[in-house]
């Protein structure tokens, strides 16, 4: 297996941090798997990534970090990049693109929490760019019946 990953943010990202990070789990879990901190993108060269994350500013960054984050976004989509957003801090952040890369190489990298697949787990949502985890979400319920209208909610309708 050959896969680069770029990872790029803002100069206050975590890009380092989450790079130590990834590089320790991925060496027992996906071996040869090559995490790269990139900041200035390398656009013109496509293909030169297997996966491209974006780190998403920490609000405490304020306007600049937004900005930072709005330039490396625009330029990612003007060049046809394709790019994972990662939120969060510490574990969160690392469990998040530990299962953006597994998705990419068709291997899961991170503990499934059983009530999460069943929509029943704390989560937080807003955080979260995942459609897959959606459509999971929403399917269950549907399929339970938990999305149907209580009587006292048609009563009021």
Same mark, same amino acid.
């Given at each position: ?8 943010? *803002?100069? %206050? ?7 130590? @990070?990834? #590089?320790?789990?991925? &060496? $027992?879990? =996906?071996? !040869?798997?090559?995490v790269v901190i ?41 060049? *046809?990049? %394709? ?7 510490? @574990?969160? #952040?690392?469990?998040? &693109? $530990?299962? =953006?890369? !597994? ?14 697949t069943l929509g ?38």
């Open positions: 297996m050959a896969t680069r990953v770029a990872l790029l943010g *803002g100069e %206050a990202s975590g890009k380092a941090m989450l790079a130590a @990070a990834l #590089r320790q789990e991925l &060496a $027992l879990q =996906a071996p !040869g798997l090559d990139d900041d200035i993108p390398a656009l013109a060269e496509p293909g030169r990534y297997g996966l491209t994350l974006l780190l998403a500013p920490d609000p405490a960054d304020g306007q600049r970090g937004e900005a930072a984050d709005a330039l490396l976004r625009e330029a990612l989509q003007r060049a *046809g990049t %394709a790019f994972q957003i990662v939120h969060g801090h510490g @574990a969160v #952040r690392v469990q998040q &693109a $530990l299962r =953006a890369i !597994g998705h990419v190489i068709g291997q899961s990298l991170v503990v499934d929490d059983p009530a999460l029943r787990g704390r989560w937080s949502c807003e955080n979260c760019s995942d459609p897959e985890c959606e459509h999971r979400l929403f399917t269950g319920l549907l399929a339970r019946g938990a999305l149907t209208p209580t009587l006292s909610q048609r009563e009021r309708e």
